[in-house]
Nanobody
């Protein structure tokens, strides 16, 4: 089992920055992959960025060059630094943790709202 707790959402003007945090209930080294997803009103949940336990990252094309996923192993926390925010980044952002063995199991945080005003 993995509990994930997000924080750091809020309201920001276009062009601004926010940093999201996701604290895990266990060592993030033991979690095969962690990441951030988002869901805007009327849309499905989409991948924003992922980070494997080996340090590999992956980003959605829409956020490349603007968002950075990182981790603090000592705090069992991952982060999403969001710069140059756009109104279309407005969504509920969810932290995800995935275990691969013996089968893929996903855990989700409760979500944190990010609103970018024009």
């Amino acid at each position: 089992q993995v509990q994930l707790v997000e924080s750091g959402g809020g309201l920001v003007q276009a062009g601004g920055s926010l940093k999201l945090s996701c604290a895990a209930s266990r060592s993030i080294f033991s979690i095969n992959i962690m990441g951030w997803y988002r869901q805007a009103p009327g849309s499905g949940r989409e991948l924003v960025a992922t980070l494997t336990s080996g340090g590999n990252t992956n980003y959605a094309d829409s956020v490349k060059g603007r968002f950075t996923i990182s981790r603090d192993n000592a705090k069992n926390t991952i982060y999403l630094q969001m710069n140059s925010l756009k109104p279309e980044d407005t969504a509920v952002y969810y932290c995800n943790g995935g275990l691969f063995w013996p089968r893929r199991v996903d855990f989700w945080g409760q979500g944190t709202q990010v609103t970018v005003s024009a």
